[in-house]
């Protein structure tokens, strides 16, 4: 089963239909338990960092995330996967999980608008199961303010958008991230999730 973490924070119910459609067991959770007794999990995230990690605090799950992914897969989409790094620059300097080496910030793009938001074409770096299937012309949905810097043995894949924008990252293990949204990302977001849900 695929813990999706409800913490206040996430656009749970689109990343639920997903797994849904794809016949992927799946439960939104709240609690350590549950958390515990998943196969795999799911973090999502909408809005800023600072409250999403506030929130995440609040319910008491900061622990047993940076625990349970030591073991066991996890994916944090959008803002998720800003959350795995060590921090963020979003409105304010905030610590992150600190599952991923690296760091948010602001994008800066003078010729093109901010926030990044449309199809990009996924470009491969690394290795990465969730990368399986997925061809050399392939386009993921994004819609964001702020990226990861982080070493490129940690991009598994990114997409230009006035210089590399990190898509598709992990710690080479259990954790991965994906910036753009694979629930909003077709066939070629379909297939990101379907690779994910194999690993557990």
């Known amino acids: 089963m695929t ?15 997903a797994l849904d459609y794809l016949g992927i067991e799946s439960r939104l959770v709240s609690d350590k338990e549950s958390i515990e007794a998943a196969d795999s999990l799911i973090l999502p995230g909408v809005g800023a960092f600072p409250a999403a990690m506030k929130m995440l ?3 008491g799950l900061v622990d047993i995330i940076k625990e349970q992914a030591k073991k066991k897969p996890l994916l944090g989409i959008c803002l998720g996967m800003q959350m ?8 304010e ?24 938001m449309g199809w990009n074409k996924l470009e491969k770096l ?9 061809g050399d ?3 993921v949905y994004f819609v964001h303010s702020y990226k990861a810097e982080c070493d490129d043995r940690n ?22 991230g994906a910036q753009f949204h694979p629930e909003k990302s077709g066939e070629t977001g379909l297939k ?3 690779s994910f849900g194999g690993l557990a």
């Open 126 to 134: 690394n290795d990465c199961p969730l990368l399986s299937g997925i």
């Open 155 to 176: 991009i598994a894949a990114y997409s230009e958008y006035g210089g590399r924008v990190p898509a598709l990252v992990t710690d080479g293990k259990f954790v991965f």
């Open 137 to 139: 012309d392939e386009y």
């Open 84 to 91: 795995l790094f060590e921090k963020s620059y979003e409105f």
């Open 3 to 17: 813990a999706i973490i409800d913490y206040g924070a996430g656009n749970i119910f689109s990343v639920k239909n």
């Open 93 to 116: 300097e905030c610590d992150g999980l600190g599952l991923i080496g690296g760091s948010v910030k602001k994008m800066e793009a003078t010729d093109l608008i901010i926030p990044h």
């Open 192 to 194: 990101i999730l379907r």
């Open 57 to 59: 605090g609040s319910a």
